[in-house]
């Protein structure tokens, strides 16, 4: 229990670095979090600093969620802090990217004020589900390029995961199956606020990413 303990907060502090904050203040010597939408996450990254600190921010934030599932989880301190107290990698890389994303939308580092978990979950999910993630990319890209609603996009996208899931394995009965509806419901929580502003037709939207809308 001990190592498994230690594995989560190594995994929520490496989730906890503020990459969309670190740039704001390199580039701009500004907080993100008072610009824009006020989220410190790769979208408001590329709306107030521009898509070159915008990648990067998405660069690094999709390699915390990877680096804790794919290789956090697997540590053992050469067993010197016992064992995981559970015989399931796949539920050790779920809690352990898990904490990530926590790290990254209630970051210690700036007042548990961070982004929103998409790139985190992102980077997680590349390690757990790689097919499901290229075609949760594929709907992210058709939502945005047909509304120009990025919050949309990463809420339709993530909500193919349960259903992508059951197709695969023929039921949701599973480890993955619970933790893909978990996530689903995580996002629609993290975005509320855009779905919200998306009812009341308030939404921001990236009009020059709606290459498929009529002229």
Do not use: Q
């Not at 998405?58 to 915390?64: G, S, T």
């Not at 007042?111 to 992210?140: D, E, N, S, T, Y």
């Not at 919200?196 to 809308?213: C, Q, S, Y």
């Amino acid at each position: 229990m001990i190592l498994l303990l230690l594995l989560l907060l190594i995994s929520y502090l490496v989730g906890s670095i503020p990459t969309s904050i670190i740039m704001g203040r390199v580039t701009r010597g500004i907080d993100i979090r008072d610009h824009g939408s006020g989220n410190a996450g790769a979208t408001n990254a590329f709306r107030v600093l521009g898509w070159k600190p915008a990648l990067v921010v998405v660069v690094a934030d999709m390699f915390k969620g990877w680096l804790a599932a794919a290789l956090i989880a697997g540590l053992t301190f050469g067993g010197l802090l016992g064992e995981i107290p559970f015989d399931n990698p796949p539920l050790t890389a779920i809690l352990c990217g898990a904490a990530t994303v926590l790290g990254h939308t209630f970051t210690i580092f700036a007042g548990f004020r961070g982004g929103k978990g998409v790139g985190a979950l992102a980077g997680m999910l590349i390690h757990l589900f790689p097919v499901a993630v290229l075609l949760g990319l594929a709907v992210w890209i058709l939502v945005l390029i047909t509304t120009g609603y990025v919050g949309l996009g990463s809420v339709a996208a993530v909500s193919l995961f349960p259903l992508i899931t059951y197709l695969r394995y023929g039921t949701l009965n599973s480890t993955l199956g619970y933790f893909s509806v978990v996530i689903t419901l995580f996002i629609w929580f993290t975005h509320r606020g855009n779905l919200a502003r998306l009812r009341a037709g308030t939404e921001n939207r990236f009009e020059k990413a709606m290459i498929l809308r009529r002229r």
